[in-house]
């Protein structure tokens, strides 16, 4: 009776179960990989958030399936403050940007259909794309340098294939898209006629200067998804939205067909909406401080690291850290042992890091005194494995 595409939420892994077995036995728990922004002192006063939640136009609804015009010509705004020129009509706000990716897999896909997606990468897709029957091919990323470049012999494309996802930095390792990646992607994606999808909620996260957006392209059907959970570290807002980008004719067509979607649920609330003006405008100083916060906790995680025979691999920023572990030492045992110790982190193949890169994820939001705490935890663990 129930659907197939479901199928995914059968069975837990290892690690899961045995994280619930000590949060049901009431022992605590430092979750190293939380990155939820108000979990580590980055939130909004709610003063604040209801005076952006409630201005003029809260009493009606206006429909407009790509979303209000303040909201849209706000977006535009926020691109301008990078150096892209973005029309208002060729946004639409979404309630997420994980709500996005599936508005575009309903757009390019008919079920079976396939996206390419990079590996590493966060695991969210898999789950959207098993709710739209849509299959993922992975293409790989390798790290080179101070970055992870695309391992071009791993970018193929079959029959089905309709999209090509990237993540402009990506998560959990970092890294921007550079102009190279970006022409390989451009040529793949107008010779296999797919579009690509750019993926830039981590975009105001770069550690130096110089991170750009992918949105003024001109050449290749593009979608950039973003929105307010990292850009004003604001999810439960709950604003997401796409910005349409390529050649003239696929921006009007693929525009034309979107709205649609969009105005088959009109999920974005109106207070939501006439919040994000606000939000994108004040919303400065809370990324400065995450951005300080990550710089922190990354010197203190690579101090820690340097003392106990691991590595931070290096990233071009984002709020992830990937830690490599000792020769020898495996990923799920130690964090088997870092649960009984009382701390948890993800493991890299969570991530689909490659193998033989034995890792675990941390988010780098964490506070300093949290992340001392949960590190002389992890380091009981390692002197177990
Ligand atoms: C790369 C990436 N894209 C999208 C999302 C989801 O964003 P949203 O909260 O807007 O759905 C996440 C969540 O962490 C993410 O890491």
Known sequence: MLSERLAFTEGTNALSAAKERRLRRGLSLIDLADSNPANAGFSWPAAKLAEALAGEGLVRQDPDPRGLRTA????????????????????????STSEGYSWLFKLLCSPGDEVLVPEPSYPLLEVIAALECVKLRTYRLRPEGAGWRIDPASLTAGPRTRAVVCVNPSNPVGAFVGEDDRELLRGFARSHGLAVLCD??????????????????????????????????????????IVVAG??????????????????????????????????????????????????AETLLREW?????????????????????????????LLMAAIDEGVWAHPGYFYGMPAGLSCVVLSLLTSAEFLRNGLKSLEKALQRT
């Open 72 to 95: 849209r010509e706000a977006i535009s705004g926020y691109y301008r403050d990078r150096g892209a020129s973005v029309d208002a009509s060729a946004v639409f706000l979404s309630a």
């Open 200 to 241: 830039e909620v981590f975009l105001d996260y770069p550690l130096d200067a110089g991170a750009m957006t992918w949105v003024g392209e001109r050449e290749a059907p593009l979608f950039v998804l973003s929105g307010l959970s990292k850009v004003a570290l604001a999810p439960q807002i709950k604003v997401g939205w």
């Open 247 to 296: 050649p003239d004719g696929f921006v009007r067509d693929a525009s034309l067909r979107l709205e649609h979607v969009a105005d088959a649920y009109l999920s974005v609330s109106t207070p939501a909406q006439l919040a994000l003006p606000h939000l994108l405008r004040d919303a400065g100083p809370l990324r400065q401080a995450v951005r300080s916060r990550c710089a922190e």
């Open 305 to 333: 690291a340097g003392g106990h025979g691991c590595s931070v691999l290096p990233r071009q920023g984002g709020w992830t850290a990937v830690l490599r572990l000792p020769p020898g030492v495996e990923e799920e045992r």
